[in-house]
């Protein structure tokens, strides 16, 4: 009996010149060695290469198709690292956003002191937050880096916004995660642009906001409630299903991954985002068909547009029109810039949808959506 054995292929290590012919032989245009091999000492073989190669490879034919040169896919990285920095510069912006809210409410209903904003007994799910308490109080006092040692030096204690800037997106999350309702409600409150004015809880919000546009006297003091409760619960989970998305975005960006063909884990309720978005921004059959808005990158730009104060979403969108200005200033680069639009399944006019995002709203907007949502109560 004759035994086989299929062994693995070798890594095996080759220098420029050889890559340089490699690709040429496969039908890649190198105009110059020279640049080419400069191109590859400053990018490498894996980020230049293999990174983009399904967006200019024959796989049936293992060769690239005709006309494709190795500048081309270098303006094709540039293109994406550059969108790429824009968009993990946004998404820190957004997280930043998101701790001020919970140290500030933290602060405030529960104390600046260690042994009160981190007493599990007053958050949720018992089990789980004794369990996370343990971890941030041990993060704590393992810190020996500034600005947390010098808050354990000079005043015995850390506040939870010191606290804060010392954990991860990720351990964030996991703390908002034993929030209480009313806590929740505040950061919910914070992030989406649905409220002027700084109301005590989000009762008061709905009240105040979007009562006005309904005839009281058509429902009873139940229903009313029954109405801001189920209003209070889509909007909460619409800021959870947002930070959850843009976590998954910011730790894809951090890593310097490729953002085409990449979908957060959790995606955006079509009706949620009708409160914050019209069909200018997609259409419905855009989001059931193409998926658009639902966890795909234009869900990413969406949501920090809806999320961030009204000054950061202008900044990102004026950041964005620079991006595709600078971009598109050759025959060349555009045609690479248009490709890489295509392959990143983003509408062609994707910075005027996102300046169709209204990010303050007056009343009347504010009480349609709300009239909205109850014909569907």
């Not at 035994?3 to 245009?29: A, P, T, W």
């Not at 908002?176 to 005590?200: A, C, D, E, H, V």
């Not at 985002?273 to 069909?279: A, D, G, P, S």
């Not at 059931?288 to 920090?304: G, K």
Request: charged share 30%.
């Amino acid at each position: 009996m004759r035994c086989f054995s299929l062994s693995k292929k070798e890594v095996q290590f080759h220098d420029y010149q050889y890559m340089v012919n490699k690709l040429r032989n496969k039908g890649l245009i190198i105009d110059s060695n020279r640049i080419a091999i400069e191109l590859l000492q400053s990018v490498g073989y894996y980020n230049l290469i293999n990174r983009y190669k399904s967006e200019f490879y024959l796989p049936d034919k293992k060769v690239y198709r005709s006309n494709v040169h190795i500048t081309d896919l270098y303006y094709y990285h540039r293109i994406e690292d550059d969108l790429r920095n824009i968009l993990f510069q946004f998404a820190i912006k957004f997280e930043q956003r998101l701790k001020e809210s919970m140290a500030y409410i933290m602060a405030k209903r529960r104390g600046v002191k260690t042994s009160e904003y981190l007493n599990p007994l007053t958050y949720r799910n018992k089990n789980k937050a004794i369990k996370i308490t343990k971890f941030l109080n041990k993060k704590i006092s393992e810190c020996n880096d500034d600005p947390t040692k010098y808050y354990k030096e000079k005043y015995g204690d850390v506040p939870p916004w010191i606290m804060l800037s010392n954990i991860t997106f990720g351990q964030t999350r996991m703390l908002l995660s034993i929030f209480p309702r009313n806590m929740t409600k505040y950061i919910m409150i914070k992030l989406l642009p649905i409220g002027k004015n700084n109301y005590g809880d989000i009762d008061e919000f709905i009240f105040n906001e979007f009562m006005d546009s309904l005839d009281l006297d058509k429902y009873s003091d139940k229903e009313l409630n029954q109405i801001s409760e189920k209003y209070e619960n889509t909007l909460i989970k619409f800021t959870r299903n947002v930070i959850s998305l843009i976590h998954d975005y910011r730790n894809n960006l951090a890593h310097g991954n490729r953002l085409i063909h990449f979908h957060a884990n959790t995606s955006l309720e079509l009706r949620t985002l009708r409160i914050f978005t019209n069909n200018s921004v997609f259409s419905d059959e855009e989001y059931y068909n193409n998926q658009l808005c639902s966890n795909d990158l234009f869900a990413l730009m969406a949501a920090l547009v809806i999320t961030l104060d009204k000054y950061d979403s202008i900044y990102l969108i004026s950041q964005l029109e620079v991006w595709k200005k600078a971009n598109t200033a050759t025959d060349i680069t555009k045609k690479q810039f248009d490709q890489f639009i295509s392959s990143s399944d983003l509408p062609s006019d994707f910075i005027k949808r996102l300046k169709n995002i209204t990010i303050e709203k007056t009343n009347r907007q504010k009480n349609k959506e709300f009239r909205d949502f109850m014909d569907n109560f």
